[in-house]
């Protein structure tokens, strides 16, 4: 059963920083590329950033680009999204997601086959 866990929210004022994880079980995690989605209310859930199977690789949204960083520890199995700079529109709940086929519309989240629970982020202005 793959389980893909996302920790680390919470409440930050604007300009602060936050590190987010994700942790997946019952999947070979090195086999999947990794991505971050984020959903504020009312709206589409929206491509954050995605790393490839062996780390060496990111690419990020606009909106996030310069200021949020995504690792992997495939000996962990782990995932994080450094976050810094944070602004009011960062609020959201944000998933972790796991990409087996490595598609190229990577930043639709039907490229995902697993997606965990979610986690929220606030951002106080």
């Known amino acids: 059963q793959v389980q893909l866990v996302e920790s680390g929210g919470g409440l930050v004022q604007a300009g602060g920083s936050l590190r987010l994880s ?6 070979t995690f090195s086999n999947y590329a990794m991505g971050w989605f984020r959903q504020a209310p009312g709206k589409e859930r929206e491509f954050v950033g995605r790393i490839n199977r062996s780390g060496a ?4 949204a606009d909106s996030v680009k310069g200021r949020f960083t995504i690792s992997r ?5 782990t995932v994080s999204l450094q976050m810094s700079s944070l602004k009011p529109e960062d609020t959201a709940v944000y998933y972790c997601a796991a990409d087996y086929s490595g598609s190229v519309d990577y930043t639709l989240k039907d490229a995902y ?3 965990g629970q979610g986690t929220q982020v606030t951002v106080s202005s």
């Not at 994700?22 to 999947?27: H, Y």
């Not at 690789?57 to 990020?60: A, E, W």
């Not at 520890?73 to 199995?77: C, L």
């Open 22 to 27: 994700c942790a997946a079980s019952g999947l």
């Open 57 to 60: 690789g990111t690419t990020y």
């Open 73 to 77: 520890d495939n000996a962990k199995n």
């Open 113 to 115: 086959e697993y997606w």
